[in-house]
Nanobody, 126 residues
């Protein structure tokens, strides 16, 4: 069992920055890759970023490359999403999720993640 709790969302002007955090409870956090997803109103949930179990590999969706950075601290059971140069189209509820399977490989598919947080709202005003 694992519980994930996100924080750090809020309202920011275009061009601004936010840092999302996700704390995981439960054992063996360091053995699992993690991902960030987002869902805007009326749209499907979409992949944002992936980080492997060790933090040595990260992958981003094209729309956030160069602006967002995913990282993790396995000693603290934390995963982060630093978001810079925010745009109105980044407005969404952001979710962290645990990749299904021990040391699972890169995936953008939501069904390949088994534990999800409740989400944190990010709103970017123009």
């Amino acid at each position: 069992q694992m519980q994930l709790v996100e924080s750090g969302g809020g309202l920011v002007q275009a061009g601004g920055s936010l840092r999302l955090s996700c704390v995981a409870s439960g054992r063996f956090f360091s053995n699992y890759a993690m991902g960030w997803f987002r869902q805007a109103p009326g749209k499907e949930r979409e992949f944002v970023a992936f980080i492997n179990w060790s933090g040595g590999s990260t992958i981003y969706t094209d729309s956030v490359k160069g602006r967002f950075t995913i990282s993790r601290d396995n000693a603290k059971n934390m995963v982060y999403l630093q978001m810079n140069s925010l745009k109105p189209e980044d407005t969404a509820v952001y979710y962290c999720a645990r990749r299904l399977a021990y040391r699972g490989s890169y995936s953008t598919r939501a069904y390949e993640y088994d534990y999800w947080g409740q989400g944190t709202q990010v709103t970017v005003s123009s």
